[in-house]
């Protein structure tokens, strides 16, 4: 048989095809050279062969065919064919295949060769891809080489200790003696990967991190080498861009936050390098800000003195500056992450985030959006919402929505003024109206109504608002609303903050007609105008006729939900004409806190936000609902209730909000609410009504604190947390707030919790604040469950979580049993 040709020949010969057809017919024809070679047992040329097989595989050809030959030749005894023959089991075996079991024996025999050449292959395929089974067969002969004076077997050594403490952890302990004087090297390959063999060690144990912080004084000597590598001069052999060795500072650094996390001695040690490593790095280069990073990072997570975490803080202001978009946005994240904790020294660097509002990269301004909501406090409230106003004006429709939450809540918190809370939001509305939450419309509208003084100038702002622009729907059902309650205070012109406009009865009319026929105007709209239309029956006197006709033309409407208004509207004008001015009378001022009984908590953006519980007769019948079955065909089991939905489907509602029903057929002893009447509460369900949803209530303040919060799930970098409440008022009932943070490097997109409880409980799930879960923990998801347990038994709760991440659909269930005893007791 011929001598096959060489890899340096097939790769000139492929590298010539001109379609992909005919780079597929050379692979194919050398392949069945190859395989018949292989049939041969042709010793000679195998090296060969396989080496030619490894390129195919490269280029994503199958090549699993020469699995068998890599084994042959790793038990060869010349050092090239142990070569390939390694690299072959390195790309083309894995744990999954019981193939590799059979190299265990060479790679023991390899270990224990007299060269250390061929001892280096074995450990680079032991730690690429070796099982469990044969890390627990060789890591004996793994330590005794990490204890060798040879350099260039201790450092791959230490790496393939790393892989055997990956895959079977309990052998951990067997590499402890071993790593007493691995720090003493003075072989930089030998430090950096020692320090990564410790690195592993004390995460993964409590128990060895306790130990090294304690007993090996492991902190004095990572200072010591990382004092030794900056005050050290130029060494070219470790030398980059001035800097000395920044990959073992980097590992050193990181480290060091381990050690120091929640242990005051160990950070009181490290302060004075950090220190120095902050002032003495030189950062005309990336390779300096990484590792000025990585101090930042070790200083916020240690328990550093304050005057080192203003420097920390100080750095990351110098990276705002900085040409390039990765340091910005590193910085941006960073800050992020520190401003709850170091609210004032971010503060200092809040004109050069604000600047970054204006960069052109998406992600550097989303990230300093995020963070100057953060920086808003009663002192900068004017300043800041300028600043994002212009942003929201100006930034791309995916920014708007959270912009103009982020807005609404703080200027709900810290707004100096009723006028300019009602300016602000108004402004909003005006600018990015399609984009606001479904709640920013009754906020608002609680709002003006609790402002009485400002009535009149707010209905005349609304009403040039929608002069002819009704694009933005939220803005003109707002102004609908308020036309229809102070329609009388813009026609008197009683307006006292600005000059009064004059505006008659028929162009106040003409305007909420324009509405109701516009394109532009959703059904939603439609009913605010026409009940804004009926409202100004009782407060105009020279247009009754008009709105008579107007109410009774729409009694035809194709609109289900108008022609229904339309026609009580009607039956209002002539069954019952002599009630007509009661019923629509002035909504009065919406109150804040309830005198007794219990408090319902809305979800609103991550915000508490309660409306009272109105004492409810028992339901007529099972409420079941399509998500809770689905819930309980996934879970299994026989004694498991369904959970409580949010909104049923149909109830009647009062002035003061939609009322949710907690506790199914349990009576509450609360002070009942006042009888709906027709003209706010039409019998309808969808859309919501006109009047209703306006009430937002404060938390209720006779919580029984000191219940421990539970880590309820914590897996593939999803952690979800319980924290606890009980109201004295009801203690039957326990308010579980779960938070759900994200660890790894992507956000997890669409996720959704689901939680079911055995049939002695009942449970209600209240909307979450978001479905994104923020990448790099640096924001979470809260959400409301209330769970009733009358009968004081041990609570139990099986949880559903869907999410996408990563480009994939994850799915996951888990029981949680470990509630604390305050929480049911």
């Given at each position: 048989?011929?001598?096959?040709?060489?890899?340096?020949?097939?790769?000139?010969?492929?590298?010539?095809?001109?379609?992909?057809?005919?780079?597929?017919?050379?692979?194919?024809?050398?392949?069945?050279?190859?395989?018949?070679?292989?049939?041969?047992?042709?010793?000679?040329?195998?090296?060969?062969?396989?080496?030619?097989?490894?390129?195919?595989?490269?280029?994503?050809?199958?090549?699993?065919?020469g699995q068998l030959e890599c084994l042959k030749l790793i038990a060869s005894q010349k050092f090239t064919d142990k070569r390939i023959g390694y690299l072959g089991a390195m790309l083309l075996l894995d744990e999954r295949q019981d193939v590799h079991l059979l190299m265990t024996n060479c790679i023991k025999n390899d270990l224990n060769h007299s060269t250390q050449f061929v001892q280096g292959l074995a450990l680079c395929t032991l730690g690429c891809m070796g099982s469990s089974e044969m890390c627990r067969d060789l890591a004996g002969e793994v330590e005794k080489l990490l204890k060798t004076s040879n350099s260039y077997l201790r450092k791959k050594a230490a790496l393939c200790a790393v892989h055997v403490i990956r895959k079977v952890p309990e052998l951990m302990e067997m590499f402890l003696p071993a790593t007493k004087n691995l720090l003493n090297e003075k072989n930089h390959g030998v430090l950096h990967?020692?320090?990564?063999?410790?690195?592993?060690?004390?995460?993964?144990?409590?128990?060895?991190?306790?130990?090294?912080?304690?007993?090996?004084?492991?902190?004095?000597?990572?200072?010591?080498?990382?004092?030794?590598?900056?005050?050290?001069?130029?060494?070219?052999?470790?030398?980059?861009?001035?800097?000395?060795?920044?990959?073992?500072?980097?590992?050193?650094?990181?480290?060091?936050?381990?050690?120091?996390?929640?242990?005051?001695?160990?950070?009181?040690?490290?302060?004075?390098?950090?220190?120095?490593?902050?002032?003495?790095?030189?950062?005309?280069?990336?390779?300096?800000?990484?590792?000025?990073?990585?101090?930042?990072?070790?200083?916020?997570?240690?328990?550093?003195?304050?005057?080192?975490?203003?420097?920390?803080?100080?750095?990351?202001?110098?990276?705002?500056?900085?040409?390039?978009?990765?340091?910005?946005?590193v910085a941006l994240t960073s800050l992020l992450k520190t401003v709850q904790t170091d609210h004032n020294a971010v503060q200092r660097h809040r004109s050069t985030i604000v600047d970054c509002l204006k960069d052109l990269d998406v992600s550097i301004k989303r990230r300093a959006m995020e963070l100057s909501f953060a920086l808003v406090n009663g002192n900068n409230i004017r300043g800041m919402m300028k600043e994002l106003l212009y942003f929201l004006d100006s930034c791309e429709p995916e920014f708007k929505a959270d912009c103009a939450s982020g807005i609404f809540l703080a200027a709900e918190k810290y707004a100096p003024s009723k006028r300019w809370h009602i300016d602000t939001i108004m402004r909003v509305l005006t600018t990015a109206g399609s984009y606001v939450r479904d709640d920013a419309v009754p906020n608002l509208i609680q709002l003006i109504t609790n402002s009485v003084e400002m009535h009149a100038y707010t209905v005349q702002r609304l009403y040039k608002a929608i002069l002819g622009d009704y694009s933005q729907q939220p803005l003109v059902q707002v102004a609908a609303w308020c036309i229809g309650e102070y329609g009388d205070l813009l026609v008197s012109g009683q307006c006292e903050e600005e000059e009064p406009i004059q505006v008659t009865e028929d162009e106040v009319l003409d305007i909420l007609e324009s509405v109701l026929i516009s394109n532009m105007s959703t059904s939603v709209t439609r009913g605010y105008a026409l009940t804004a239309i009926m409202k100004l029956s009782t407060r105009f006197t020279c247009t009754v006729n008009r709105i008579k006709k107007v109410v009774s033309i729409y009694g035809s409407s194709i609109d289900v939900e108008?022609?229904?208004?339309?026609?009580?509207?009607?039956?209002?004008?002539?069954?019952?004409?002599?009630?007509?001015?009661?019923?629509?009378?002035?909504?009065?001022?919406?109150?804040?806190?309830?005198?007794?009984?219990?408090?319902?908590?809305?979800?609103?953006?991550?915000?508490?936000?309660?409306?009272?519980?109105?004492?409810?007769?028992?339901?007529?019948?099972?409420?079941?609902?399509?998500?809770?079955?689905?819930?309980?065909?996934?879970?299994?089991?026989?004694?498991?209730?369904?959970v409580i939905p949010t909104a049923p489907t149909?109830?009647?509602?009062?002035?003061?909000?939609?009322?949710?029903?907690?506790?199914?057929?349990?009576?509450?002893?609360?002070?009942?609410?006042?009888?709906?009447?027709?003209?706010?509460?039409?019998?309808?369900?969808?859309?919501?009504?006109?009047?209703?949803?306006?009430?937002?209530?404060?938390?209720?303040?006779?919580?029984?604190?000191?219940?421990?919060?539970?880590?309820?799930?914590?897996k593939n970098g999803l952690k979800i947390e319980f924290t606890f409440e009980r109201s004295n008022t009801n203690p039957s009932v326990t308010v579980i707030t779960i938070q759900a943070s994200n660890s790894t490097e992507l956000d997890m997109t669409d996720f959704v919790f689901q939680a079911a409880v055995p049939k002695t409980f009942q449970l209600q799930l209240l909307s979450p604040s978001s479905s994104v879960v923020p990448a790099f923990n640096t924001g979470t998801i809260t959400q409301v469950i209330k769970v009733l347990n009358p009968q004081k038994q041990q609570l139990r709760m099986r949880i559903k979580l869907t999410y996408n991440h990563k480009g994939s659909a994850m799915q996951d269930l888990a029981e949680v049993n470990n509630f604390p005893p305050q929480s049911w007791q």
């Open positions: 048989m011929p001598a096959p040709i060489r890899l340096r020949e097939l790769i000139r010969t492929i590298r010539t095809a001109r379609t992909q057809a005919e780079e597929r017919e050379m692979i194919q024809k050398e392949c069945a050279a190859i395989r018949s070679s292989f049939r041969e047992e042709d010793n000679t040329y195998r090296c060969r062969n396989v080496a030619k097989l490894l390129y195919m595989h490269m280029l994503g050809y199958p090549a699993h065919f990967t020692s320090v990564v063999l410790l690195t592993e060690m004390c995460e993964r144990s409590p128990d060895m991190l306790a130990h090294f912080r304690k007993n090996e004084k492991l902190v004095p000597q990572l200072v010591r080498i990382l004092k030794n590598l900056i005050m050290s001069g130029y060494s070219p052999e470790h030398d980059v861009s001035g800097i000395s060795d920044p990959f073992l500072q980097v590992r050193i650094l990181r480290l060091l936050r381990i050690l120091g996390r929640n242990d005051d001695d160990s950070s009181e040690a490290m302060n004075d390098i950090l220190a120095q490593v902050a002032t003495n790095t030189e950062t005309s280069k990336n390779v300096g800000n990484a590792i000025l990073y990585e101090t930042v990072l070790t200083i916020m997570d240690i328990k550093s003195e304050s005057g080192l975490r203003v420097l920390a803080i100080n750095i990351l202001g110098r990276f705002l500056l900085n040409n390039d978009k990765n340091i910005r946005y108008l022609q229904q208004r339309a026609v009580e509207y009607n039956a209002l004008f002539k069954k019952y004409d002599h009630m007509r001015s009661a019923l629509l009378e002035r909504m009065p001022v919406m109150e804040k806190v309830t005198t007794n009984g219990p408090t319902e908590i809305v979800q609103t953006n991550g915000e508490t936000e309660p409306a009272p519980l109105e004492t409810k007769p028992p339901p007529s019948g099972p409420q079941p609902t399509s998500q809770a079955n689905d819930l309980l065909d996934l879970l299994g089991g026989n004694d498991i209730t369904p149909s109830k009647p509602a009062s002035a003061g909000g939609e009322l949710l029903d907690l506790l199914g057929d349990i009576t509450l002893t609360g002070a009942p609410a006042a009888a709906p009447t027709p003209s706010s509460v039409p019998q309808i369900s969808q859309p919501p009504f006109l009047l209703d949803g306006l009430s937002s209530q404060p938390l209720f303040n006779d919580i029984a604190p000191g219940i421990p919060s539970i880590t309820a799930y914590s």
